[in-house]
Nanobody
Framework: QVQLVESGGGLVQPGGSLRLSCAVS????????MGWYRQAPGKERELVAT???????NYADSVKGRFTISRGYAGNAVYLQMNTLKPEDTAVYYC????????WGQGTLVTVSS
């Protein structure tokens, strides 16, 4: 059974940084494309970034140049380094194993506010 556990969210001022982590278990992590989604209050869930098993990355235009997705094979983990945060980045962030579209973690809340 695939499990995704996100952590690292919190309250940060505009211009600040946060690093989100996601622990992955139960999947064939080494061949999975992993991603981060986010859902802001009153908005649809949106894809923020993806990383393939070969570490090819893609980003939404809204975060390009500010966010970096990475993966750690030793511990089956996925990370999202978020820099120069803006109030519009406020959302619940979810990691995703793209091989299991129906499986979601509990998410981690990021609030960007002064």
């Amino acid at each position: 059974q695939v499990q995704l556990v996100e952590s690292g969210g919190g309250l940060v001022q505009p211009g600040g940084s946060l690093r989100l982590s996601c622990a992955v278990s139960g999947s064939i992590f080494s061949i999975s494309t992993m991603g981060w989604y986010r859902q802001a209050p009153g908005k649809e869930r949106e894809l923020v970034a993806t990383i393939t098993s070969g570490s090819t990355t893609n980003y939404a235009d809204s975060v390009k140049g500010r966010f970096t997705i990475s993966r750690g094979y030793a511990g089956n983990a996925v990370y999202l380094q978020m820099n120069t945060l803006k109030p519009e980045d406020t959302a619940v962030y979810y990691c995703k194993d793209m091989m299991y579209p129906e499986v979601w973690g509990q998410g981690t809340l990021v609030t960007v506010s002064s």
